[in-house]
Structure formats: structure tokens, C-alpha cells
């Protein structure tokens, strides 16, 4: 097989993921799904249920819809096969900071966590968790920067660097095919209770709440994007547009800018409390960190 070349101009993410395309090309002969075979996500041997019954009353009526239900085919394929997801890049290179030791304590995550696949599992299917000590929920992207800073003693990562953007991929993957359960009850009813009225809220120059394309169009296509219910189970995503990992909080943020709207920042309250609500909107979805999107 031949090398792809990457021009001078390409970003860092584009040429891993030419790279990973490359070196997957000669893995995937032969397990291609072809785009008409594909109705249900399955990945390996775990078969995702996309669609689960809502409780009684919820606003979405119902069924509750993963996003990956409302993809091209050619999109989906991504999904299920690991192999050619390239979220699993950046999950590869977190596997290996998990074991590598940072900062003034000579320790690393597996030093205190052991092996991620026992100690993770489950915890991003109740991500935002509320943490006591702290007295507010905590995003996996803020527990990790806790560990990071007052157990490790080493520099936070940035909220959209690649080394969080992995860590809370390879953490989320932990609990892919658990239903999303988040705490709703106790002190994070306020949270879920803001969450919802930030959900209702019309914002921007368009003057559109997340209501008004979730909630009212799903299935029904804006310009050339199909809308979705707008679920949280897939976070952190590749995206083919992005060009790389991001977080659910940029996509919260994209979101408010399509409406003109200017966005809260990364790790603000709103965007917690909005992430706690989604996830509690979408409770019963499984995860399916990390999901490919268009
Ligand atoms: C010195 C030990 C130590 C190190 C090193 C450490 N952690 Fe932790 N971590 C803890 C403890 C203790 C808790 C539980 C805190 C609690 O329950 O309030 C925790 C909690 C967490 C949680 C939340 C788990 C849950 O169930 O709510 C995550 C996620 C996490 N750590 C990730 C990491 C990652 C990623 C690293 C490496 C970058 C790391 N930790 C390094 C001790 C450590
Ligand atoms: C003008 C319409 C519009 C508004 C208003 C809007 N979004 Fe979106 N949103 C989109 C589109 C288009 C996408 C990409 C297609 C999809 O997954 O729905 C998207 C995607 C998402 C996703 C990713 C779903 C997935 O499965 O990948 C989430 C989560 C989301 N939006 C949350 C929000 C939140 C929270 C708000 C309010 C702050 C909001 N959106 C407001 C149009 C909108």
C-alpha cells in the first residue's frame, strides 16, 4: 500500500488521522459493513440499543433516539468498527498517560486507579457527578483536572487539548453500552432544574432555544444536517467536520452560535448544568463514547 502524502498545510489531526487511514486500509479488508447493511449499531459484540423506550411524559414523547440514528450510513460505519473510528487515536495515546507518571508526586492515574477498565466502569454513564467536597457536579473533564492538580501535582489540561479530549474518550469507553444514569435527585436537582430552563431559553439574534430544533425537529434536515434529539451519550465525538475530537461542551457551544447567541464558556455553570440536564433527558440511552459525527 502506498503512502498518503500530506500536504505542508495539513493540520496535525489530519495527518493522524491519513496515517490511521492508512495503516487501516490493510486491517479492514474484508470487514467492511457496507452502507445497506447497516441498521443497528453493533461494534464487535456489543449490539447498542439506539432507541429505548421514554418514561411516561417526557418531552420528547416516546422514544428517546441515540444521534448515531439520524447519520449517513457512511458516517455510522464509522461507529462500528473500532478500527476505523478515529476517536481511537487520541484513546490509544490516553491509554499510555493513564500509566505515565506527571507532576511533583511521582504518581500516575493508574498509580491510584489501577486498571481503567474495573475502576472506570460506569462512571461516565453518571457524568456530571456531584462531588461533595466540591459542593457542584463535575464534569470527567473536571474530575480529572482534580486528580491532575491536587493528587498528582501536575498543570491541568486544557478543556479541548488532545490529552483531555483522549482521557475522557478512554474513560467514556469504560462504560460504552451502560445507560446513562446520572444522579437527579439530592443537590443536583437545583442543577438539572437550571439545565432545563437554560434548554427552554431562547438566545441570539435568532432568538431559538435548544427546544426549538431538538425538541420540535428532530428527523428534519437544517441546510444539510439532520436534526438529532441532541443527546449527550456520545461525548467526547469525532467529528468529520472538526476534524478531530471535541468535547460536548464545544458542541454546546456551536450549537449556541448557529442561533447568534453568544456561548457560555468551556466548564461554566450554565454548560454543567446543561450537560446534567441533557443527560438526565436522555437517561436509559447507552453510552456510546466515542461516537462519530458528520
Ligand atoms: C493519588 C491518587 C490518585 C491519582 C494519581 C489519580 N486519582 Fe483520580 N481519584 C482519586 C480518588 C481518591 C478519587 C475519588 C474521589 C472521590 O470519590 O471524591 C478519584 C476520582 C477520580 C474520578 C471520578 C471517579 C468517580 O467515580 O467519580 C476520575 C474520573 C478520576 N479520578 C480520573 C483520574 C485520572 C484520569 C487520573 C490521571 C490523570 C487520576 N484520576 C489520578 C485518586 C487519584
Ligand atoms: C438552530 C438549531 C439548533 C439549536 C437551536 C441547537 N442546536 Fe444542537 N444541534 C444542531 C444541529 C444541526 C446539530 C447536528 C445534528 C444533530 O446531531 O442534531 C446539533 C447537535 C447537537 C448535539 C449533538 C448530538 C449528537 O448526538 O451528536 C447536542 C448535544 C446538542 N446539539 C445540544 C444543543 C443544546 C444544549 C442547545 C441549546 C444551547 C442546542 N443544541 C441548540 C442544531 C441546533
Redesign the pocket.
Known amino acids: 500500500m502506498r503512502t498518503r502524502r500530506t500536504g505542508k498545510g495539513g493540520t496535525r489531526a489530519g495527518i493522524v488521522v491519513a496515517a490511521a487511514m492508512c495503516s487501516m486500509g490493510v486491517l479492514l479488508v474484508g470487514s467492511y459493513v457496507s452502507a445497506e447493511q447497516v441498521n443497528r449499531l453493533t461494534i464487535e459484540d456489543l449490539t447498542i440499543e439506539t432507541r429505548v423506550a421514554a418514561p411516561e411524559g417526557h418531552p420528547l414523547g416516546s422514544e428517546l433516539i441515540s444521534g448515531w440514528e439520524f447519520r449517513t450510513p457512511e458516517t455510522q460505519v464509522l461507529q462500528q468498527d473500532d478500527f476505523q473510528n478515529p476517536a481511537f487515536l487520541w484513546v490509544e495515546q490516553?491509554e499510555e498517560?493513564?500509566e505515565t507518571e506527571?507532576?511533583a508526586?511521582g504518581?500516575?492515574?493508574?498509580?491510584?486507579?489501577g486498571d481503567?477498565s474495573e475502576?472506570?466502569a460506569?462512571?461516565r454513564a453518571?457524568?456530571p457527578?456531584w462531588?461533595?467536597?466540591a459542593g457542584r457536579p463535575?464534569t470527567?473533564e473536571q474530575?480529572?483536572n482534580?486528580?491532575?492538580t491536587d493528587?498528582?501535582e501536575?498543570e491541568a489540561?486544557k478543556w479541548e487539548s488532545d490529552a483531555m479530549l483522549g482521557?475522557t474518550a478512554?474513560?467514556g469507553l469504560q462504560s460504552r453500552g451502560l445507560p446513562v444514569a446520572v444522579q437527579t435527585d439530592g443537590p443536583m436537582a437545583d442543577w438539572i432544574a437550571r439545565g432545563k430552563e437554560l434548554y427552554y431559553s431562547r438566545v441570539g439574534q435568532l432568538d431559538m432555544a435548544c427546544a426549538n430544533c431538538h425538541e420540535g425537529y428532530y428527523g428534519q434536515y437544517i441546510r444539510a444536517d439532520r436534526l438529532s434529539q441532541g443527546h449527550t451519550n456520545g461525548f467526547p465525538t469525532y467529528r468529520l467536520k472538526w476534524q478531530k475530537l471535541g468535547s460536548l461542551h464545544r458542541r454546546f457551544s456551536g450549537c449556541m452560535k448557529q442561533v447568534r447567541a453568544v456561548p457560555y464558556k468551556r466548564g461554566s455553570e450554565e454548560f454543567v448544568a446543561l450537560e446534567a440536564y441533557l443527560a438526565s433527558r436522555g437517561g436509559g440511552l447507552s453510552v456510546e463514547t466515542p461516537a462519530v459525527r458528520q
Not at 504518581?107 to 486507579?113: G, T, W
Open positions: 490516553a498517560a493513564w506527571e507532576g508526586a504518581k500516575s492515574c493508574a498509580s491510584c486507579h481503567a475502576s472506570m460506569g462512571v453518571q457524568m457527578k462531588n461533595a467536597a463535575m470527567m474530575h480529572i482534580a486528580c491532575r493528587r498528582m501536575a489540561w482521557m478512554y474513560l
